[in-house]
């Protein structure tokens, strides 16, 4: 079993930063990869950024492409997504994901950035 907690989530302005962590426990030796999606009302759950848990690779959607940043602390069990250059179309709520023999989510984070 894998646990995902999400932070730093919160109200921000347009063209304002926010980084998010996720702290993960329990068998971690098994993920192989880490992940944050968000989800906005009435909306699907769509990707936003991965990185590997024992890589440097990263992917990103294409729309925070050059303003979010996926990073990791194996050291601390964390993930973090760093998120400069807010638009209001980031409103959502921001989840963390671990990927092992199945997927697991964190209970989310609310983001919301006002014009």
């Known amino acids: 079993q894998v646990q995902l907690v999400e932070s730093g989530g919160g109200l921000v302005q347009a063209g304002g930063s926010l980084r998010l962590s996720c702290a993960v426990s329990?068998?971690?030796?098994?993920?192989?990869?880490m992940a944050w999606f968000r989800q906005a009302p009435g909306k699907e759950r769509e990707f936003v950024a991965r990185v590997g848990w024992s890589s440097e690779s990263t992917a990103y959607a294409d729309s925070v492409k050059g303003r979010f940043t996926i990073s990791r602390d194996n050291a601390k069990n964390t993930v973090y997504l760093q998120m400069n250059s807010l638009k209001p179309e980031d409103t959502a709520t921001y989840y963390c994901?671990?990927?092992?023999?199945?997927?697991?989510w964190g209970q989310g984070t609310q983001v919301t950035v006002s014009s």
């Open positions: 329990g068998r971690t030796f098994m993920i192989y990869a």
């Open positions: 994901n671990a990927r092992e023999i199945r997927d697991y």
